[in-house]
């Protein structure tokens, strides 16, 4: 290692507390957000989470940040239309994690991510775009749910301008455990989807739309002001929360139907 290179990794350092412990307390390690971020401070945070056993995630990356962080991790998933970035666990050395909190029934009820980056057990979660405009954000959901190891699935660009699309997929719907629902413009399909399932759905209002759509702001509050009274939601173009809520839930639920031993 040069001297530029010992410096550098200093400065990285000193830049990111890392929190280890995230996975042992809330059942998933730590995720990057990219923005913001130099290339360099993200590698070295996959490092420092590899080196401990965990899987990583960083969204919001540029082109430029991902090729950094492949060229550090050839086994690198990148996604540039979600604009993520993930890693699994190194299995050799998978729930090695320094100084672990005693909550273990925590850990034991919310597995962290595994190599089976396409998501086991009967609990699957389901992202709804209306329009293919929604597949970014609606992509940053499913790469979340990926990196969690939950079965997810796609219905994409069934928006209420035409109900047919998604009349022919209730069905699947009524199947899901928890629908991500991804909509702009007036943001109306969480609405209708609740109104055909009995399982949890959240809303992700985009940006997508006209002048009047507030880059999100009237997506948003059209959902908040929605009459099914099984619809959440979360943020502005937000999808890796949305994923992230609905993966939490799919976990309890099959950690929850899980027979004891």
Sequence with gaps: MTTDD???NKMESAAA??????????????????????????????????????ACLATRVTEEQANVVRAAFPATIYNPVARTVRLVAPEATA????????NAAIVRSTPGPTANASGTGSQKVLVVTAGSSDMPVAEEALETLRWMNVACELIADCGVAGPHRLQRHVARLQ????????????????SVVGGFVSCPV?????????????????????????????????????GFKGGYVAGLIASRMQASAAPEN
């Design 6 to 8: 010992s410096a550098s």
């Design 17 to 54: 507390d890392i929190d280890l412990q995230r996975q042992a307390r809330c059942g998933f390690p730590e995720v990057i957000y990219g923005e913001g971020k130099t290339a360099d401070l993200i590698v070295h945070i996959m490092k420092t989470q590899q080196a401990a056993g965990q």
């Design 95 to 102: 729930g090695n994690f320094e100084n672990p909190p005693t």
């Design 175 to 190: 199947g899901a455990s928890v629908i991500v629902c991804v909509a702009g413009m007036e943001a109306a399909l969480p």
């Design 202 to 238: 959240i809303g992700v209002p985009t940006s997508v739309g006209y002048g009047a759509s507030l880059q999100g702001v009237t997506a948003f509050l059209s959902m908040l002001t929605c009459c099914s009274s099984n619809v959440t939601v979360v943020n502005i173009d937000a």
